[in-house]
C-alpha cells in the first residue's frame, strides 16, 4: 500500500466506527501559548478533552501535520542519524471525548492493524502502564495477545502533551522488525534501536496536568491515539526505514537530481528531504523565516538543509526546487500545501540566496578552526562567532562538529551571547534617563479611557533617578500620581503630553512612561514649586491624543488589510503608534509590489471613509 492510501484506509476505517473526519489543523497551534508548534492530533482537540469546548461529535478521526523541533518534543538533533525520526510527520488518530474508552480503543486498533491492514499478530508487541490491569486483561483475555510480546512499562507508558494540559497512562504497540536488525524488546536496554518500532500510542486521557504538576481528573475519560503514517508505511512496504517509503523516495530522487548526489542512502539527502517537508508546511502555515520564536526555528531548519546541500558539493540555490517534489505527494491530502506552492518557493529562494552568501565563508572558518583544535570540544567563542558573522545557528555548527566526532561548548556560546547583549543595551541607553533605575511598587488607577482631565494626589516626586519631597521651577524629574488619565507608552503607543496644575505649580508633562504598574509624568515644573501630597488638576494633550488614537485604529485597518492582501501569514511584529505616524512591523517573503501597496492603501481608506463609530470595551 502507497502512503496516501494507507492515510485513506485510516480515515474511513474510522469513519465506518461512527468517526467525524477532522481535516488537519494548522502547525502554528491556535490560542496555545504552552505550544511551540503542533505536535500531536490531539492538539487541536484539547480544549474538548478538558471539557471547555464541546464539538457536535463525540469521536474523530485525522491526519495531523506535526512537527517536533523545539519544545517539549523535540527531534531535530536525530534527524539523519536515525531511521524514523522527523522534524515533520503525520500522525493518523482516532478520538474520543467523553464517549468510548479502553475496550474500544483497544479493538479498533487491533481490528485495524491486523484486520485492514493483515499485519501477523506474532509481529506485534503490546506495552501497557505497570498500573493498567484494566487495559493488560483487554489485550490478555479479549484480544488474545500473547504474553510472550506483552509488557508493563512506567514512563513510557505515560503521555503528556507538554508540562500542563490532558495527559494518561498508554499502551503502545510495537512492530518487530526482524531479528536481523540490532535492537531490543521496548523497555529492554537495547530497545530503543531499530529493530522494535512503536507504530501506535493509545493514551487513556484521564487526567489534566496543573501548573504545580497535581494530577486533576478529566471531566470524562477520553481516548486519544496517534499512529505515524511513515512508519506504519514503511511496514506495510516491506521495509526498515522510514526514508525508504515511497513518499520518501520521490523526495530524495527529487533532492539528489538538485544535488547531483546519486547515493540514496546519503544522510546527507535524508536531512534535505525530511527538511523540506517541514520547511514548507511551516511556511504554508505563516511561519517565516527570522531571529526569534517559530521563525528561528524555520530559519535554522532550512540552513541546516542548506548546509547539507553544500556538503554534497551544491553552491547555488536548489532547495526551493524540491517543493514542486513535494506538492506532487502531499498536495492531494493537503490542498493548502498546493495552494501556497509559489510563496513558499519565493520564501526558500529568498532565504537561500540570503544564507547562500555567507554560507561558504563560514565553512571556511569552521574547517580551519576544527582543522586547528587541540581536544574534541569546539569553544564557544568559534561558534558564537559563526553565529554571529555568518548567521550558523550554533546547532548547524554542532551538527558538523558531531560529523566529525567533536561537540561544541554551548555555554561558552551562552556566555558570548550574553556579553554581546549587555554591550547592545549598554549603546542604547540614554544618559540622562534614569527612569529605568526606579523600582516604584504603586499601582496607578487609569482613567484615560473615559475621560482626559481628571483630579488627583502627589504621590511621589523623583529627579536625577532618586525620591524627592518636592520639585522647584526650571527642574526636570518625574511625578507619580495615584490617579491619572495619562496614557503611559506601551505596546508601540507613544505616551501622553499635557500639563499638571496644583496651586501656583504648573508641570509640563513631555512623556508618561510605565514603571511596573504605575504611570509615571516625566517632564518640568515651569512654575512653582510641586510638593508630594499636593493635589492637581492632569490635563492630557486632547488634541495630540486624539492624533494618536487615530494611528491606533489604523494599524488594525493595516493590520486586516495586510493580512486580506498577501496573506494569513502577516502577523504583527511590532508597532509605533504616534501623533503623527504610525509604523508597523510584519515579516513577509519579498517586498510588496507597487499594485498590493496600492490596494493595501485603498483597503484601509476606504475603511477609514465609511467613518464607523469606534468604542472602547474593557
Ligand atoms: N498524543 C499521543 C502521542 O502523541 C497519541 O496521539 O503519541
Known amino acids: 500500500m502507497k502512503s ?263 544522510k546527507s539527502l535524508r536531512v534535505i528531504a525530511d527538511h523540506i517537508r517541514s520547511a514548507s508546511f511551516l511556511i504554508t502555515d505563516g511561519v517565516v523565516p527570522s531571529n526569534e520564536g517559530r521563525g528561528y526555528v524555520l530559519r535554522r531548519i532550512i540552513r541546516r538543509a542548506l548546509r547539507h546541500g553544500h556538503q554534497l558539493g551544491q553552491e547555488k540555490p536548489f532547495f526551493h526546487t524540491l517543493v514542486a517534489a513535494l506538492v506532487e505527494q502531499m498536495g492531494d491530502a493537503y490542498p493548502e500545501l498546493r495552494r501556497e506552492q509559489a510563496r513558499v518557493e519565493k520564501a526558500l529562494l529568498a532565504e537561500e540566496e540570503q544564507f547562500g552568501r555567507t554560507l561558504a565563508a563560514g565553512m571556511k572558518v569552521l574547517e580551519g578552526a576544527m582543522a586547528e583544535l587541540q581536544g574534541d570540544e569546539l569553544p564557544g567563542r568559534v561558534v558564537f562567532s559563526l553565529y554571529d558573522t555568518h548567521g550558523f545557528p550554533p546547532d548547524l555548527t554542532a551538527d558538523v562538529a558531531r560529523e566529525r566526532g567533536l561537540s561544541v561548548d554551548m555555554d561558552g556560546f551562552d556566555q558570548e551571547m550574553q556579553a554581546q547583549r549587555e554591550r547592545a543595551r549598554g549603546a542604547g541607553a540614554f544618559a540622562n534617563d534614569y527612569s529605568d533605575r526606579l523600582n516604584i511598587e504603586a499601582v496607578t488607577d487609569f482613567s484615560g479611557y473615559e475621560k482626559h482631565q481628571d483630579q488627583a494626589e502627589v504621590e511621589g516626586l523623583y529627579r536625577d533617578g532618586a525620591a524627592v519631597d518636592s520639585l522647584e521651577a526650571g527642574e526636570t524629574g518625574m511625578v507619580l500620581l495615584k490617579r491619572t488619565p495619562f496614557y503611559a507608552e506601551s505596546g508601540g503607543q507613544v505616551g501622553d503630553r499635557g500639563v499638571l496644575a496644583g496651586g501656583d505649580a504648573r508641570f509640563n508633562v513631555e512623556d508618561t512612561r510605565k514603571r511596573g504598574q504605575a504611570h509615571i509624568h516625566v517632564g518640568t515644573v515651569s512654575t512653582g514649586t510641586l510638593k508630594v501630597g499636593d493635589k492637581v488638576d492632569a490635563y492630557v494633550d486632547v488634541e495630540r491624543r486624539r492624533a494618536i488614537m487615530r494611528h491606533h485604529s489604523a494599524t488594525h485597518l493595516l493590520h486586516a488589510a495586510l493580512r486580506r492582501v498577501l496573506g494569513d501569514h502577516v502577523q504583527q511584529k511590532g508597532s509605533l503608534v504616534a501623533p503623527d505616524y504610525l509604523r508597523f512591523d510584519f515579516a513577509h517573503g519579498e517586498a510588496l509590489s507597487a499594485e498590493q501597496r496600492e490596494e493595501i492603501e485603498t483597503l484601509v481608506n476606504r475603511q477609514i471613509l465609511e467613518n464607523a463609530a469606534v468604542t472602547t470595551e474593557l
Open 4 to 266: 496516501a492510501e494507507i492515510r485513506q484506509a485510516f480515515l474511513d476505517y474510522f469513519a465506518r466506527q461512527g468517526h467525524a473526519v477532522v481535516a488537519s489543523s494548522s502547525l502554528v497551534p491556535e490560542n496555545d501559548p504552552t505550544l511551540l508548534f503542533t505536535n500531536a492530533g490531539m492538539n487541536q482537540f484539547k480544549d474538548v478533552f478538558l471539557g471547555r469546548d464541546k464539538r457536535d461529535y463525540s469521536r474523530a478521526t485525522s491526519s495531523q501535520r506535526c512537527v517536533r523541533a523545539g519544545g517539549k518534543h523535540n527531534d531535530l538533533e536525530n534527524v539523519g542519524y536515525t531511521a524514523r525520526h522527523h522534524t515533520f510527520f503525520e500522525m493518523l488518530g482516532n478520538f474520543s471525548f467523553g464517549d468510548y474508552f479502553k475496550r474500544d480503543a483497544i479493538r479498533f486498533a487491533w481490528e485495524f492493524l491486523t484486520g485492514e491492514l493483515g499485519l501477523p499478530p506474532e509481529k506485534l508487541w503490546v506495552t501497557v502502564h505497570v498500573s493498567d490491569d484494566e487495559a493488560a486483561d483487554i489485550w490478555l483475555k479479549e484480544m488474545g495477545v500473547s504474553a510472550e510480546r506483552f509488557s508493563r512499562l512506567d514512563e513510557d507508558n505515560f503521555w503528556q502533551m507538554g508540562d500542563t494540559g490532558p495527559c494518561g497512562p498508554s499502551s503502545e504497540i510495537f512492530y518487530d522488525h526482524g531479528a536481523d536488525v540490532p535492537g531490543g524488546p521496548p523497555g529492554s536496554e537495547d530497545g530503543d534501536l531499530d529493530r522494535y518500532i512503536e507504530i501506535w500510542n493509545l493514551v487513556f486521557m484521564q487526567y489534566d496536568r496543573q501548573d504545580d504538576g497535581e494530577l486533576k481528573p478529566l471531566p470524562k475519560p477520553s481516548v486519544d491515539t496517534g499512529m505515524g503514517l511513515e512508519r506504519i508505511a514503511a511496514v506495510q512496504q516491506g521495509v526498515h526505514s522510514n526514508y525508504e517509503i515511497d513518499l520518501f523516495q520521490a523526495l530524495l530522487k527529487a533532492a539528489a537530481q538538485a544535488t547531483g548526489c546519486d547515493d540514496l542512502e546519503n
